[in-house]
C-alpha cells in the first residue's frame, strides 16, 4: 500500500512540473513592446521624406505586436496623415535578437483604413528598432506602392 501511495504521490508530482511549466516562456511580445525614436523614410504618392519619427509596438496577443508610427515632422506627418498603423505583426526571439515579420493585408494611414498587399520584417536587439515595410494599397481605386524603413530606434525609457 505504501508503494501505491508513493507511485501515486510521485505521478502527481511530475503531472504538476509538466502542468505548470513555464507557458510565458515563449511569450515575447512583452518583452518589446515600447515606444522607439528614430529615423523613418517614408515614399507615398510620389512624395519620399526622411526625418526623426516615433514607432510604438503595442502587445496585442502572446507573439504578436501592433506597429503605431508618427512624427513631429510636419512634411512627415503630412505625408503619413497624422500616423501608421500595422496590426498582426508575428514576434519571434532567438538569444537576445527579435524578429518581427508580417504580410500586410491592411494598412491604417490616418484615419483610412486601406486594403494592402506587402510585406514587413525588422527586428530588435539591444533596445534598438530596426524595420521595412513595402505595401502596395489601393487608394482612390489605384494601386499606390507605400515604402517606409525605420532605424536607429532606440527605446524609450
Known sequence: MEKIKFLFL???VALCL???DDKDGDAVAQEIAGKYTGTVKTAFLGKEVSAEGTVELAKTGDNV???SLS???EDLAELIQGGVAIEGIAVS???NKYALKADVKKITLGEASLDGDGKLEGTVENEV???????TVQFLGQPVPVSCSFTEGKLAK
Do not use: G, P, R
Not at 528598432?129 to 505595401?135: C, D, Q
Open 10 to 12: 510521485s505521478a502527481l
Open 18 to 20: 509538466v502542468s505548470c
Open 65 to 67: 505586436v501592433k506597429l
Open 71 to 73: 512624427s513631429q515632422n
Open 93 to 95: 526571439k532567438t538569444e
Open 129 to 135: 528598432l530596426t524595420l521595412n515595410f513595402n505595401v
